[in-house]
């Protein structure tokens, strides 16, 4: 990546670790702004539907280019964080998931799970989410994917007030 985006994250108490080794990683990166929600230990635990509209709203307002929630299992920060208009949230357990989440998706939030993905593989996941860009890879199904982006927007446009 050559321009500086800023990364807004948050975890709940189940996600501590691995949130702890992912802020590490971007924090080590010349091209990353961290915004870091926390939680800040493991002594002042908060719900992750306390913690992922901090990211959502971030992104939602432009504060932050993309975000990364971490609970137990990444599917209730997902949940919370689709519910806000111009968020989309991806599950990652996987390299692969975590890229296809940008090139297919052009999911601007990945959520993974603490008691599912070791830290390592969750600085992996957000690596290779990152060094992707929508459609990279499948330029042969570009204007499907973008079509179909497009209707998910349309779709957003319809059911959000």
């Given amino acids: 990546m050559s321009e500086k985006i800023t990364l807004a994250i948050a975890s709940d108490l189940s996600g501590f670790p691995l949130?702890?080794?992912?802020?590490?990683?971007?924090?080590?990166?010349?091209?990353?702004?961290?915004?870091?929600?926390?939680?800040?230990s493991a002594d002042a635990p908060k719900p992750y539907t306390q913690q992922a509209p901090k990211v959502a709203k971030a992104v939602q307002s432009g504060?932050?280019?993309?975000?990364?929630l971490i609970c137990g299992t990444?599917?209730?920060m997902a949940i919370v964080a689709n519910k806000f208009k111009g968020?989309?949230?991806?599950?990652?357990?996987?390299?692969?998931s975590g890229e296809r989440a940008k090139i297919i998706n052009n999911a601007n939030v990945i959520t993974m799970g603490g008691w599912i993905?070791?830290?390592?593989?969750g600085v992996q996941i957000t690596e290779a989410w990152l060094s992707v860009a929508f459609t990279?890879?499948?330029?042969?199904?570009?204007d499907f994917l973008?079509?179909?982006?497009?209707?998910?927007?349309?779709?957003?446009?319809?059911?959000?007030a």
């Fill in 136 to 142: 990279e890879k499948m330029e042969f199904k570009k």
């Fill in 74 to 76: 990444g599917q209730g």
């Fill in 87 to 96: 968020v989309y949230a991806c599950v990652t357990d996987s390299i692969f």
């Fill in 19 to 40: 949130r702890c080794a992912i802020v590490e990683y971007l924090q080590g990166r010349d091209d990353i702004t961290v915004i870091d929600f926390g939680i800040e």
């Fill in 146 to 160: 973008t079509d179909n982006f497009n209707l998910v927007k349309k779709i957003e446009d319809e059911n959000f």
């Fill in 63 to 68: 504060e932050a280019d993309k975000g990364i």
């Fill in 117 to 121: 993905t070791a830290p390592f593989l």
